[in-house]
C-alpha cells in the first residue's frame, strides 16, 4: 500500500472513531422522549393545525435517528 493510501485509511479510521464516540448511546426512554420533543416542536412550527400528529411523529423519528447516527439518514 503507498504512503498516501495509509495516510487516507488512518485519516478514515480516526473520523469514524470520532464520529462514534460524538454521540453518546441513548436509551429508548430517551430516544422517545427525543422524538416527542421533536415531534412537538415540529407541530407547533405547524401551528397545531390539522390530525398531523402520526406524521409530525415520523418526521420527528427520522429526524432524531439521523442524529444519532451521525447524521446518515436512514
Known sequence: MS??????RNKAQASHHLATEAMPAVSNGERNGMIAEAAYLIAERRGFLGDA???DWLRA??????????GKQA
Open 3 to 8: 504512503k498516501q493510501g495509509r495516510k487516507d
Open 53 to 55: 400528529a402520526l406524521d
Open 61 to 70: 423519528e427520522a429526524e432524531v435517528s439521523a442524529r444519532l447516527s451521525g
